[in-house]
């Protein structure tokens, strides 16, 4: 049973927040804590406001969700009301095929939902998605950064590749269909990881994709796997910060981190925590509010 057909069955709701820049990272992560899909949107036109919504089903993890406002409320020092709008499954549904058309990234990718009719092979590698999953679909400015990153640094046909924070396993996906390598996925939810394994048999790529549930860097399978070539890690900004410098040392000489889920506005200060780690900036991606770091770190010059 997929999810779309589990939403058939169940009464949603949408949920939301409106936070200023500095409360996106925090109130974000707090609602997709529970909520199946979480979109970030303009609140006015200043470019500081924004309404982070989500969609769950009804009574489903309150308690949580709760304790999720609470943290980023104290991390933040910004309280802001949680409102709540009944949400129909089938109007829900319609909208989001009607809102998930082909994504065409960058030169070489489409994402398709599972919605839309099959089309013969084309010159794009063409990666299939169930619509109601709308995080890593394509259409976020993260996403769409990391993917047009992997088409910079392909060149460099790097062998050891992990997917950190995998979510739908997009990226993975489109890693191990470009490079022709495995790819590691591990991500800390076992409901993405499952969704990621989902994708991977769907698109033909179980055999190239290791998905795997686990805690960031202290991860069996990731410590076991280093070091990586290539790195992926589309998460927030704080947590890329924490973890820069497990980054440095799991990164090989000569190898490509590709960094995600901050605002640009976040993007400086990122980028400082994996200089302090040897790491030297590529490029710099923006798509919308978004960037994305294309990191580097120095091969031995003897």
Not at 31 to 59: H, N
Request: hydrophobic residues 45%; glycine residues 10%; positive net charge.
């Amino acid at each position: 049973m997929n999810a779309i057909t589990r939403r058939h069955a169940t009464a949603l709701e949408t949920v939301h927040v409106t936070v200023p820049d500095e409360a996106v990272e925090a109130y974000e992560s707090a609602l997709a804590s529970v909520c199946s899909t979480v979109g970030i949107f303009e609140a006015d036109d200043s470019q500081t406001v924004w309404r982070i919504e989500g969609v769950k089903d009804v009574g489903l993890g309150e308690a949580a969700l709760a304790g999720a406002l609470a943290l980023a409320a104290a991390a933040t020092g910004i309280a802001v009301p949680l409102d709540r709008a009944a949400t129909e499954t089938e109007g829900w549904l319609a909208r989001t095929y009607e809102s998930f058309p082909e994504q065409r990234v960058g030169r070489r990718f489409a994402i398709r939902g599972t919605h839309l009719a099959a089309e013969p092979p084309g010159p794009r590698i063409t990666l299939t998605l169930d619509a109601g999953i709308a995080f890593g679909s394509g259409e976020h400015g993260s996403t769409r950064g990391c993917l047009r990153a992997l088409e910079q640094v392909a060149h460099r046909r790097p062998r050891r590749v992990l997917d950190l924070g995998t979510g739908s396993g997009i990226l993975a996906m489109a890693a191990a269909r470009l490079l022709h390598r495995p790819v590691l996925a591990v991500d800390i939810e076992p409901w993405s990881v499952r969704v990621a394994a989902d994708n991977a048999a769907m698109n033909g790529l179980r055999n190239r994709l290791a998905c795997r549930h686990g805690n960031g860097w202290r991860t069996p399978a990731i410590r076991a796997g280093g070091p990586y070539d290539l790195v992926f890690a589309n998460i927030l900004a704080r947590p890329l910060c924490t973890m820069a410098r497990s980054l440095g040392s799991r990164l090989a000489p000569g190898g490509t981190a590709i960094l995600a889920g901050l605002l640009d506005a976040q993007a400086r200060m990122v980028l400082a925590a994996h200089r302090r780690q040897g790491l030297v900036l590529e490029d710099r991606l923006v798509e919308g509010h978004w960037a994305t770091l294309v990191l580097r770190k120095p091969a031995p010059t003897w």
